[in-house]
Nanobody, 120 residues
């Protein structure tokens, strides 16, 4: 019905930057909150940043001032700009969105995840 397709990620040197993108595809009637999560093999999935339909944002404390979440609802895109990356940011980053699909029910959708590895 609806898919979140991610792009970006890979190996980044410490202190460098990276940008993640996520496209919501399929039959979509409305998009609510959109967010980025991250998870490592030794941690549970945690919210990195979220953005409401009106542009209100919320960030994990550890990324404030360095990460920026943005969205283009018309293009059904969400982005995460990551600056001054350190090894602690190494994780699988997954996009999320609350979407009203063809059945007119709001449901949770997740991307497949993208590995971001920061060299020490």
């Amino acid at each position: 019905q609806v898919e979140l397709v991610q792009s970006g990620g890979g190996l980044v040197q410490a202190g460098g930057s990276s940008r993640l993108s996520c496209l919501a595809s399929g039959v979509i009637n409305d998009i609510g909150v959109m967010a980025w999560y991250r998870q490592t093999p030794w941690s549970t999935r945690a919210l990195v940043a979220s953005i409401s339909p009106t542009g209100n944002t919320d960030y994990q404390e550890s990324v404030k001032g360095r990460f920026t979440i943005s969205r283009n609802s018309a293009e059904k895109m969400i982005y995460l700009e990551m600056n001054n990356l350190q090894r602690a940011a190494t994780s699988v980053y997954t996009c999320y969105s609350r979407i009203q699909g063809p059945l007119f029910r709001y449901e949770d959708y997740w991307g497949l995840g993208t590995q971001v590895t920061v060299a020490s």
